[in-house]
């Protein structure tokens, strides 16, 4: 990889008005939580649709948690130098926002402050049969699965499922980041789940710059600049271009 490209990165950065970013799972494999759809991840071990929609939950929530209870220490994690690296352009005004499919949480302890969390997170937890809501902590300290204080149904993760929709208003916010936006830095991503997988297109059909961080890029037919390598090392690099 040349050091032109990460100037030309940089050049397109501080020119931009209103840069944003979207992420996938490639940007937290560095903090040691494998791609799900890696040759260790966590569709390897369990059946996604066995286990990873709503249907399944609904039928047998207790099966579908003896998945989530070994997804909550996965992702006990902490961000890597990558997710600072993005919070330090939030911090610098370069830029606006994420939009992330990860559900980690990793980029708000890693110090972004404007994320959109497009599949949910495990931060909270809702019972499906009275609305209540539960942060980590009270789930954490529970027996697993975790059950309702209030009438003892077990809790859903406020993650989306396979069979569900995104919530309209995740999509509203989205919509909203992306109308101004001309510029997405894309990372860590494939681009093969929909919705998520639309974004860059609709930042590119509207006239936006794309810069793609990925092992194995995917928008080298629409980026303006392809950076090939590791999340946190590229990140790293390319922030010192910038300061």
Same mark, same amino acid.
């Given at each position: /990889?040349?050091?032109?490209?990460? =100037?030309?990165?940089?050049?397109?950065?501080?020119?931009?008005?209103n840069? /944003?970013?979207? #992420?996938?799972?490639g940007?937290?494999?560095?903090? $040691?939580?494998?791609?799900?759809? @890696?040759?260790?991840?966590?569709?390897?071990?369990?059946?996604?649709? %066995?286990? &990873? !929609?709503? $249907?399944?939950? /609904?039928?047998?929530?207790?099966?579908?948690?003896? /998945?989530?209870? &070994?997804?909550?220490?996965?992702?006990?994690?902490?961000?890597?130098?990558g997710?600072?690296?993005?919070? #330090?352009? %939030?911090? +610098? $005004?370069?830029?606006? &926002?994420?939009?992330?499919?990860?559900?980690?949480?990793?980029?708000?302890?890693? @110090?972004?402050?404007?994320?959109? *969390?497009?599949? $949910?997170?495990?931060?909270?937890?809702?019972?499906?049969?009275?609305?209540?809501?539960?942060?980590?902590?009270?789930?954490?300290?529970?027996?697993?699965?975790?059950?309702?204080?209030?009438?003892?149904?077990?809790?859903?993760?406020?993650?989306?499922?396979?069979?569900?929709?995104?919530?309209?208003?995740?999509?509203? +916010? #989205?919509e909203?980041?992306? #109308?101004? *936006? =001309?510029?997405?830095?894309?990372? &860590?991503?494939?681009?093969?789940?929909?919705?998520?997988?639309?974004?860059?297109? !609709?930042?590119?059909?509207?006239?936006?710059?794309?810069?793609?961080?990925?092992?194995e890029?995917?928008?080298?037919?629409?980026? *303006?600049v392809?950076? %090939? @390598?590791?999340?946190?090392?590229?990140? %790293?690099?390319?922030?010192?271009?910038?300061?």
């Amino acid at each position: /990889m040349t050091e032109d490209l990460f =100037d030309k990165a940089a050049a397109l950065l501080q020119k931009s008005r209103n840069g /944003m970013a979207l #992420t996938g799972a490639g940007v937290s494999t560095e903090s $040691g939580i494998p791609d799900f759809r @890696g040759k260790n991840g966590l569709w390897s071990r369990y059946d996604p649709i %066995e286990y &990873g !929609t709503l $249907g399944a939950f /609904m039928a047998n929530p207790a099966k579908v948690w003896r /998945m989530l209870t &070994g997804l909550l220490e996965a992702v006990a994690a902490e961000p890597n130098k990558g997710h600072r690296a993005l919070a #330090t352009l %939030e911090q +610098q $005004g370069l830029l606006s &926002g994420i939009i992330t499919q990860n559900i980690d949480s990793l980029h708000r302890k890693g @110090g972004s402050k404007n994320v959109i *969390a497009f599949h $949910g997170s495990l931060d909270t937890f809702t019972c499906l049969s009275c609305a209540a809501s539960y942060n980590l902590a009270y789930v954490k300290e529970s027996s697993l699965p975790p059950h309702c204080s209030s009438c003892n149904a077990i809790l859903k993760p406020d993650i989306v499922f396979f069979d569900e929709r995104i919530p309209e208003t995740i999509l509203n +916010q #989205t919509e909203q980041m992306l #109308t101004s *936006a =001309d510029l997405l830095l894309v990372a &860590g991503t494939s681009c093969q789940i929909q919705p998520a997988a639309r974004i860059p297109f !609709t930042v590119f059909n509207r006239g936006g710059q794309i810069i793609e961080i990925n092992r194995e890029p995917v928008l080298s037919h629409m980026a *303006a600049v392809t950076l %090939e @390598g590791n999340f946190s090392s590229v990140m %790293e690099k390319l922030v010192a271009r910038l300061t």
